[in-house]
């Protein structure tokens, strides 16, 4: 076997190794919790998720009665026509305790409000969550994926110029042809090129993970190609739109600001159109007040009734408002099923297509491998150009990186798919 097809199997060897765990490596599910733990996004779906859960517990503080207390101090005069004066030093403590009674459900509205916005914010919460899941996933599997190219693009250029050397020093001791250095010349440049796009690449993919996890990457050759869980994903389009109607995150928030809208026209008919009934007790110790020197002592229970109505009948204006709301709501609701649905089959179509496409440029590398292999023979023999051969290179290079690539694309489609149906979680792949 040629010498140009032992590297290439070296530089398979390599790409195999980096699935296998080094001593010192950083496989991306241990670098996942210290990136949801100090991501600020991430956190910042965390408090919103918590306020939300207090929010409910101050909506049911409306079942629960009220105190107010207010006291006073102060001097009292009062001039009488028909008695002595008085001037006292007035102290006055009131107590009031009021339980609603009935409010014709603006109270559990109010409460059924707050539980569907905290199911909102878990939701945000686990939108979130997967965004940076699927960037974090990307930018590990575009660091090997840049580094498996450059690996590619610096054998090639190192067997081209070896290429060029041979026929350079041939051209020298007469035996060879000006015009085969010269094309050799021409694919080197291409060559480096290429070298130098890789090297490009790299650092560009290296700047994407530093601005996901926050730190640099280490030593490239000690992390873990991420795998895929294959069991995690739908064995066909149905099965993935069916997944998504069931879990995906936006049609959960689209249905809940449906729900939120809905028992908004509940608590607007009932505040607009319903009194509310508060049982009321009543506690005033007072002391000099009134005139009257000593202590008193005065309660007083009853039930009031309240139903304040605007004479410009503004409340059937604004219940219609929220009843539009509501509908507007709706109409958003179905438009998310559709595009969802759109979602799920676009990302599924991208995964099979890249399966496919991978396949097919994994064969084409082994025919290019194949043919550079008799190439380099036939050259030997006589029967084969360089021209001949530099192409087969170039093919070789090209078909092998496009392969890497598609590979790569292959993962990124499949977390993709998980994403949009709400299922990519730190279990998604290993």
């Known amino acids: 076997m040629s010498k140009i097809i032992k590297n290439y199997l070296a530089v398979g060897v390599l790409m195999l190794g980096a699935s296998v765990t080094a001593a010192n490596a950083e496989p991306l599910p241990e670098l996942i919790p210290d990136l949801l733990n100090n991501h600020d996004l991430f956190r910042a779906a965390e408090a919103d998720a918590n306020a939300a859960s207090e929010s409910i517990e101050t909506a049911m503080g409306g079942y629960y009665p009220t105190l107010d207390m207010t006291g006073t101090y102060g001097n009292e005069q009062q001039l009488k026509p028909d008695a002595a004066d008085t001037s006292l030093v007035s102290r006055e403590m009131d107590f009031i305790v009021t339980q609603r009674i009935w409010d014709f459900g603006v109270t559990k509205a109010s409460v059924d409000t707050a539980k569907l916005e905290h199911e909102k914010t878990l939701a945000a919460l686990t939108t979130q969550r997967s965004i940076l899941l699927q960037n974090a996933f990307v930018a590990y599997v575009n660091i090997l994926r840049g580094s498996k190219i450059l690996e590619f693009a610096i054998q090639s250029e190192e067997n081209i110029k070896e290429q060029t050397e041979l026929e350079d020093s041939k051209v020298k001791s007469g035996a060879g042809l000006t015009t085969d250095v010269l094309q050799a010349k021409r694919e080197l440049a291409g060559a480096m090129a290429r070298r130098v796009k890789a090297e490009g690449d790299l650092e560009i993919a290296k700047n ?108 059937t204006n604004t219940l219609k408002a929220t009843e ?53 023979k036939e050259q030997q023999l006589g029967n084969r150009s360089l021209l001949d051969v530099l192409s087969g290179e170039t093919a070789l290079i090209n078909a092998q990186s496009d392969a890497v690539s598609s590979e790569t694309d292959v993962s990124i489609a499949a977390i993709a798919l998980l994403d949009i149906m709400g299922e990519l979680d730190e279990n998604a792949f290993k």
């Open 324 to 376: 539009l709301a509501e509908n507007a709501a709706t109409y958003r609701y179905a438009s998310a099923i559709n595009q969802v649905e759109e979602f799920t089959r676009t990302a599924w179509q991208r995964l099979k297509t890249a399966r496919d496409r991978t396949q097919l440029l994994k064969n084409q590398a082994d025919i290019a491998a194949e043919f550079l292999e008799l190439a380099r």
């Open 208 to 315: 994407v993970y530093r601005g996901v996890f926050l730190k640099d990457i280490g030593s490239i050759k000690d992390m873990v190609s991420p795998v895929v869980m294959q069991e995690t994903l739908p064995v066909n389009v149905e099965d993935a739109i069916a997944r998504s109607m069931k879990s995906s995150p936006r049609l959960i928030s689209s249905n809940l600001d449906s729900l939120v809208s809905r028992e908004t026209v509940k608590s607007t008919y009932a505040t607009s159109y319903r009194p509310t009934i508060d049982g009321i007790f009543d506690y005033k110790l007072k002391k000099d007040v009134g005139s009257t020197i000593g202590t008193q002592d005065e309660m007083f229970a009853k039930v009031q009734v309240n139903f304040p109505f605007n004479l410009g009948m503004t409340a």
